[in-house]
């Protein structure tokens, strides 16, 4: 099975500069941006099976994901303005 790569950059890659700028001004960005990341390398260990868990466990880790992508998404639209 292969494993697709979910990292905030190549997800937004329209917001590639603000993406950088947003982290070295905003912390809150910023520390959404880390927990993103941090959530991605756990589910992708996950399905690499290096670390096995139930479904279940697995999916509410993408639903996290998936809200924090969407917080992200938010704060980086609302700055292109």
Not at 7 to 19: A, G, M, T, W
Not at 45 to 72: F, G, S
């Amino acid at each position: 099975m292969s494993i697709e790569h979910h990292d905030l950059v190549h997800e937004l890659p329209e917001y590639r500069d603000q993406i950088h700028t947003m982290k070295m001004e905003n912390g809150h960005f910023a520390k959404l941006f880390d927990e993103y990341h941090q959530i991605t390398k756990d589910i992708e260990r996950m399905e690499a099976e290096v670390e096995p868990v139930c479904t279940k466990t697995e999916e509410m880790y993408k639903r996290k994901r998936l809200q924090l992508k969407d917080e992200l998404y938010s704060m980086l639209r609302d700055t292109d303005s």
